[in-house]
Protein backbone atom coordinates (compact mmCIF):
# COMPACT_ATOMS: atom_id res chain seq x y z
CA UNK A 1 0.00 0.00 0.00
CA UNK A 2 1.37 3.55 -0.95
CA UNK A 3 1.32 6.72 1.43
CA UNK A 4 -0.47 9.51 0.00
CA UNK A 5 2.14 11.39 -1.51
CA UNK A 6 2.50 12.31 -5.31
CA UNK A 7 2.51 9.57 -7.76
CA UNK A 8 5.66 10.30 -9.52
CA UNK A 9 7.95 9.88 -6.02
CA UNK A 10 6.02 6.77 -5.34
CA UNK A 11 6.96 5.25 -8.46
CA UNK A 12 10.75 6.67 -8.19
CA UNK A 13 10.68 4.45 -4.87
CA UNK A 14 9.27 1.61 -6.42
CA UNK A 15 11.59 1.33 -9.43
CA UNK A 16 14.61 2.15 -6.79
CA UNK A 17 13.32 -0.56 -4.75
CA UNK A 18 12.27 -3.34 -7.50
CA UNK A 19 8.94 -3.89 -5.60
CA UNK A 20 6.67 -2.65 -8.28
CA UNK A 21 6.44 -6.58 -9.06
CA UNK A 22 6.18 -9.67 -6.91
CA UNK A 23 9.41 -10.40 -6.96
CA UNK A 24 12.91 -8.67 -6.52
CA UNK A 25 15.76 -9.50 -8.92
CA UNK A 26 18.36 -6.88 -7.48
CA UNK A 27 20.44 -8.96 -5.96
CA UNK A 28 21.13 -11.32 -9.25
CA UNK A 29 21.76 -8.64 -11.32
CA UNK A 30 23.95 -7.45 -8.20
CA UNK A 31 25.68 -11.14 -8.18
CA UNK A 32 26.12 -11.09 -11.53
CA UNK A 33 28.24 -7.73 -11.51
CA UNK A 34 30.50 -9.34 -8.68
CA UNK A 35 31.24 -12.31 -10.49
CA UNK A 36 32.01 -10.39 -13.96
CA UNK A 37 34.28 -8.84 -11.45
CA UNK A 38 36.20 -11.77 -10.69
CA UNK A 39 34.84 -12.50 -7.19
CA UNK A 40 33.94 -16.02 -6.17
CA UNK A 41 30.65 -17.08 -5.44
CA UNK A 42 30.24 -18.32 -1.47
CA UNK A 43 30.65 -21.95 -1.11
CA UNK A 44 27.64 -23.84 0.10
CA UNK A 45 28.73 -25.61 3.60
CA UNK A 46 27.27 -29.23 3.67
CA UNK A 47 24.70 -29.72 6.58
CA UNK A 48 23.92 -33.16 8.56
CA UNK A 49 20.56 -34.40 10.36
CA UNK A 50 18.55 -36.93 10.49
CA UNK A 51 15.02 -36.87 11.65
CA UNK A 52 12.28 -39.19 11.78
CA UNK A 53 8.55 -38.76 11.94
CA UNK A 54 6.11 -42.01 12.34
CA UNK A 55 1.93 -42.35 12.71
CA UNK A 56 1.43 -45.47 15.80
CA UNK A 57 -1.62 -46.72 17.46
CA UNK A 58 -2.51 -43.59 19.19
CA UNK A 59 -0.59 -40.98 17.85
CA UNK A 60 2.44 -39.45 16.30
CA UNK A 61 6.04 -40.01 17.13
CA UNK A 62 8.77 -37.58 16.18
CA UNK A 63 12.86 -38.38 16.41
CA UNK A 64 15.98 -36.18 16.30
CA UNK A 65 19.19 -36.32 16.63
CA UNK A 66 21.46 -33.26 18.59
CA UNK A 67 24.07 -32.80 16.06
CA UNK A 68 24.84 -29.36 14.74
CA UNK A 69 27.56 -28.60 12.11
CA UNK A 70 29.80 -26.25 9.98
CA UNK A 71 30.65 -28.42 7.26
CA UNK A 72 33.45 -29.73 8.90
CA UNK A 73 33.21 -28.58 11.94
CA UNK A 74 30.39 -30.32 14.86
CA UNK A 75 29.44 -26.67 16.60
CA UNK A 76 27.08 -28.06 19.11
CA UNK A 77 26.85 -31.57 20.35
CA UNK A 78 23.28 -30.89 22.28
CA UNK A 79 20.64 -28.86 19.97
CA UNK A 80 17.34 -29.09 19.91
CA UNK A 81 15.94 -29.77 16.21
CA UNK A 82 11.99 -30.38 17.53
CA UNK A 83 10.52 -27.45 17.46
CA UNK A 84 7.38 -26.37 19.09
CA UNK A 85 4.39 -24.94 16.86
CA UNK A 86 1.34 -25.81 18.83
CA UNK A 87 0.23 -27.78 21.91
CA UNK A 88 -0.78 -30.63 19.64
CA UNK A 89 1.41 -30.05 16.43
CA UNK A 90 5.72 -30.35 16.40
CA UNK A 91 8.13 -30.35 13.97
CA UNK A 92 11.54 -31.39 12.84
CA UNK A 93 13.83 -29.21 11.15
CA UNK A 94 16.39 -30.32 8.81
CA UNK A 95 19.02 -27.96 6.99
CA UNK A 96 19.97 -24.21 8.17
CA UNK A 97 19.58 -24.25 11.47
CA UNK A 98 18.62 -20.06 11.38
CA UNK A 99 16.20 -20.94 8.65
CA UNK A 100 14.24 -23.75 10.66
CA UNK A 101 14.30 -21.76 13.78
CA UNK A 102 12.73 -18.72 12.44
CA UNK A 103 10.37 -20.73 10.21
CA UNK A 104 8.68 -22.39 12.78
CA UNK A 105 8.63 -19.16 14.95
CA UNK A 106 6.78 -17.50 12.38
CA UNK A 107 4.72 -19.95 11.82
CA UNK A 108 3.95 -20.67 15.46
CA UNK A 109 2.98 -17.02 16.31
CA UNK A 110 0.60 -17.19 13.04
CA UNK A 111 -1.24 -19.97 14.63
CA UNK A 112 -1.22 -18.77 17.67
CA UNK A 113 -3.02 -15.56 15.68
CA UNK A 114 -5.75 -18.41 13.65
CA UNK A 115 -6.54 -19.95 16.83
CA UNK A 116 -7.65 -16.55 18.70
CA UNK A 117 -9.71 -15.55 15.21
CA UNK A 118 -10.98 -18.69 15.27
CA UNK A 119 -11.51 -19.74 19.17
CA UNK A 120 -10.73 -23.43 17.82
CA UNK A 121 -8.05 -25.72 17.54
CA UNK A 122 -5.91 -25.15 14.77
CA UNK A 123 -6.25 -28.23 12.31
CA UNK A 124 -2.41 -29.90 11.35
CA UNK A 125 -3.23 -29.14 7.73
CA UNK A 126 -3.31 -25.54 8.60
CA UNK A 127 0.47 -25.71 9.49
CA UNK A 128 1.39 -27.59 6.69
CA UNK A 129 -0.15 -24.96 4.60
CA UNK A 130 1.05 -21.84 6.20
CA UNK A 131 4.91 -23.40 5.98
CA UNK A 132 4.27 -24.04 2.48
CA UNK A 133 3.22 -21.22 1.27
CA UNK A 134 6.05 -20.05 3.28
CA UNK A 135 8.85 -22.02 1.64
CA UNK A 136 7.31 -21.73 -1.59
CA UNK A 137 7.38 -17.82 -1.95
CA UNK A 138 10.85 -17.82 -1.50
CA UNK A 139 11.39 -20.77 -4.66
CA UNK A 140 13.68 -22.80 -2.20
CA UNK A 141 16.30 -20.19 -1.16
CA UNK A 142 15.13 -21.04 2.47
CA UNK A 143 17.60 -24.02 3.82
CA UNK A 144 14.44 -25.83 5.81
CA UNK A 145 13.36 -29.39 5.35
CA UNK A 146 10.37 -30.56 7.61
CA UNK A 147 9.11 -33.17 8.91
CA UNK A 148 6.12 -32.10 10.66
CA UNK A 149 3.31 -34.19 12.80
CA UNK A 150 0.37 -33.44 15.09
CA UNK A 151 -3.19 -35.06 16.52
CA UNK A 152 -6.17 -33.58 15.79
CA UNK A 153 -9.82 -34.41 15.16
CA UNK A 154 -9.42 -35.71 11.79
CA UNK A 155 -6.44 -38.08 13.42
CA UNK A 156 -2.79 -38.56 13.69
CA UNK A 157 -1.10 -37.02 10.21
CA UNK A 158 2.74 -36.89 9.41
CA UNK A 159 3.59 -34.46 6.78
CA UNK A 160 6.63 -33.87 4.51
CA UNK A 161 8.04 -30.79 3.53
CA UNK A 162 10.46 -29.86 1.19
CA UNK A 163 12.93 -26.26 0.89
CA UNK A 164 11.04 -26.00 -2.72
CA UNK A 165 7.40 -25.85 -0.76
CA UNK A 166 6.19 -29.33 -2.01
CA UNK A 167 5.20 -31.86 0.66
CA UNK A 168 3.87 -35.34 1.28
CA UNK A 169 1.39 -36.91 3.47
CA UNK A 170 2.53 -40.39 3.96
CA UNK A 171 2.55 -42.53 7.53
CA UNK A 172 6.26 -42.42 8.21
CA UNK A 173 8.80 -40.09 7.05
CA UNK A 174 12.88 -39.11 7.35
CA UNK A 175 14.80 -36.22 5.80
CA UNK A 176 18.47 -34.86 6.55
CA UNK A 177 21.51 -36.41 5.54
CA UNK A 178 21.12 -39.89 6.93
CA UNK A 179 17.56 -40.14 4.86
CA UNK A 180 18.53 -43.07 3.29
CA UNK A 181 19.79 -45.19 6.54
CA UNK A 182 16.79 -44.00 8.38
CA UNK A 183 14.24 -44.91 6.19
CA UNK A 184 15.80 -48.62 5.56
CA UNK A 185 14.91 -48.96 9.29
CA UNK A 186 11.58 -47.55 9.37
CA UNK A 187 10.44 -49.24 5.78
CA UNK A 188 11.50 -52.36 7.27
CA UNK A 189 9.90 -52.52 10.99
CA UNK A 190 6.98 -50.15 10.74
CA UNK A 191 3.34 -51.64 10.91
CA UNK A 192 0.36 -49.18 11.29
CA UNK A 193 -0.61 -51.01 14.64
CA UNK A 194 2.04 -50.30 16.45
CA UNK A 195 2.04 -49.59 20.13
CA UNK A 196 3.79 -46.45 22.02
CA UNK A 197 6.73 -48.67 23.20
CA UNK A 198 7.35 -50.59 19.87
CA UNK A 199 6.79 -47.15 17.79
CA UNK A 200 9.65 -45.29 20.23
CA UNK A 201 11.68 -48.33 19.79
CA UNK A 202 11.82 -47.84 15.76
CA UNK A 203 12.35 -44.45 16.07
CA UNK A 204 15.39 -45.10 18.09
CA UNK A 205 17.00 -47.51 15.56
CA UNK A 206 16.07 -45.17 12.41
CA UNK A 207 18.14 -42.62 14.22
CA UNK A 208 21.09 -44.70 15.36
CA UNK A 209 21.14 -46.13 11.40
CA UNK A 210 21.18 -42.42 10.42
CA UNK A 211 24.20 -41.41 12.94
CA UNK A 212 25.96 -44.55 12.38
CA UNK A 213 25.97 -44.06 8.84
CA UNK A 214 26.32 -40.57 8.05
CA UNK A 215 28.76 -38.18 9.57
CA UNK A 216 27.00 -35.17 9.87
CA UNK A 217 24.69 -36.89 12.51
CA UNK A 218 25.35 -38.23 15.90
CA UNK A 219 25.45 -37.56 20.10
CA UNK A 220 22.00 -37.83 21.75
CA UNK A 221 18.76 -39.13 20.49
CA UNK A 222 15.28 -36.75 21.04
CA UNK A 223 11.87 -37.65 20.78
CA UNK A 224 8.12 -36.13 20.89
CA UNK A 225 5.31 -38.15 21.25
CA UNK A 226 1.67 -37.11 20.32
CA UNK A 227 -1.64 -38.00 21.03
CA UNK A 228 -5.18 -36.68 21.67
CA UNK A 229 -4.26 -35.79 25.82
CA UNK A 230 -0.73 -33.31 24.25
CA UNK A 231 3.10 -33.97 23.97
CA UNK A 232 5.80 -35.31 25.83
CA UNK A 233 9.06 -33.78 24.46
CA UNK A 234 11.46 -36.11 25.66
CA UNK A 235 14.48 -34.16 25.88
CA UNK A 236 18.01 -36.78 25.40
CA UNK A 237 15.92 -39.66 25.40
CA UNK A 238 18.89 -41.99 24.42
CA UNK A 239 22.53 -41.36 23.94
CA UNK A 240 23.38 -42.81 20.33
CA UNK A 241 27.80 -41.84 20.14
CA UNK A 242 29.17 -42.74 23.67
CA UNK A 243 32.04 -41.51 24.61
CA UNK A 244 34.87 -44.28 25.15
CA UNK A 245 36.91 -44.46 28.28
CA UNK A 246 40.30 -44.42 28.45
CA UNK A 247 41.33 -47.70 29.58
CA UNK A 248 45.34 -47.16 30.14
CA UNK A 249 47.22 -44.59 31.89
CA UNK A 250 49.29 -41.88 29.86
CA UNK A 251 51.16 -40.21 32.66
CA UNK A 252 54.32 -39.12 30.95
CA UNK A 253 56.48 -36.48 32.23
CA UNK A 254 57.93 -33.96 29.81
CA UNK A 255 60.78 -34.79 27.94
CA UNK A 256 61.00 -38.28 29.03
CA UNK A 257 59.72 -41.67 27.67
CA UNK A 258 58.43 -44.55 29.47
CA UNK A 259 59.55 -47.98 29.12
CA UNK A 260 56.81 -50.70 29.26
CA UNK A 261 58.75 -53.80 28.60
CA UNK A 262 62.11 -54.80 27.28
CA UNK A 263 63.05 -58.36 25.53
CA UNK A 264 66.50 -59.38 23.99
CA UNK A 265 66.76 -61.84 21.02
CA UNK A 266 69.82 -63.74 20.37
CA UNK A 267 70.38 -64.13 16.46
CA UNK A 268 72.33 -67.29 15.39
CA UNK A 269 73.97 -67.35 12.14
CA UNK A 270 74.37 -70.31 10.03
CA UNK A 271 75.14 -69.61 6.63
CA UNK A 272 77.05 -66.67 5.49
CA UNK A 273 76.97 -66.71 1.16
CA UNK A 274 78.82 -64.07 -0.89
CA UNK A 275 77.85 -63.80 -4.25
CA UNK A 276 79.72 -61.28 -6.99
CA UNK A 277 78.31 -60.04 -10.29
CA UNK A 278 80.24 -58.31 -12.79
CA UNK A 279 77.76 -55.96 -14.96
CA UNK A 280 78.70 -54.71 -18.17
CA UNK A 281 79.12 -51.01 -18.82
CA UNK A 282 76.12 -49.41 -20.65
CA UNK A 283 75.86 -49.86 -24.27
CA UNK A 284 78.25 -52.26 -24.85
CA UNK A 285 75.70 -55.29 -24.91
CA UNK A 286 78.30 -56.93 -22.95
CA UNK A 287 80.96 -56.87 -25.17
CA UNK A 288 83.89 -55.56 -23.36
CA UNK A 289 85.91 -52.77 -24.87
CA UNK A 290 89.39 -52.05 -25.13
CA UNK A 291 90.92 -49.96 -22.37
CA UNK A 292 92.84 -47.29 -22.65
CA UNK A 293 96.50 -47.82 -22.26
CA UNK A 294 98.20 -47.02 -18.77
CA UNK A 295 101.37 -44.54 -18.26
CA UNK A 296 104.14 -47.06 -18.53
CA UNK A 297 102.54 -48.61 -22.07
CA UNK A 298 101.75 -44.46 -23.31
CA UNK A 299 106.04 -44.06 -22.02
CA UNK A 300 106.87 -47.52 -24.47
CA UNK A 301 104.89 -46.36 -26.98
CA UNK A 302 106.95 -42.52 -26.71
CA UNK A 303 109.93 -44.03 -27.08
CA UNK A 304 109.40 -46.59 -29.62
CA UNK A 305 108.19 -43.65 -31.64
CA UNK A 306 111.33 -41.23 -31.22
CA UNK A 307 113.28 -44.42 -32.45
CA UNK A 308 111.73 -44.97 -35.40
CA UNK A 309 112.09 -41.59 -36.34
CA UNK A 310 115.64 -40.82 -35.58
CA UNK A 311 116.66 -43.52 -37.56
CA UNK A 312 114.64 -42.38 -41.15
CA UNK A 313 116.53 -39.34 -40.44
CA UNK A 314 120.34 -40.39 -40.00
CA UNK A 315 122.00 -40.70 -43.69
Request: with cysteine; proline share 5%.
Amino acid sequence: MLFPFSARKANQSADFLGSRCGFNFVNCRRNAELLSQGYEPPKAIRTGTSIVGIIYQDGVILGADTRATEGPIVSDKNCSKIHHLQDHIYCCGAGTAADTEMMTLMTSAELDLHQLNTGRQVPVVCASMLLRRTLFRYQGHIGAALVMGGVDSSGPQIYCIYPCGSNDKIPYAAMGSGTLAAMSVLEHGWQPHLDQEQGKQLVREAISAGVFNDLGSGSNIDLCVITKKGAVYLRTDTIASEKGERLGKYGIKPNSTMVTSISVLSLQVTDERTYAVDDPQPGTSGVQADSPPTGVEAEQEEKEELAEGSQTKSP
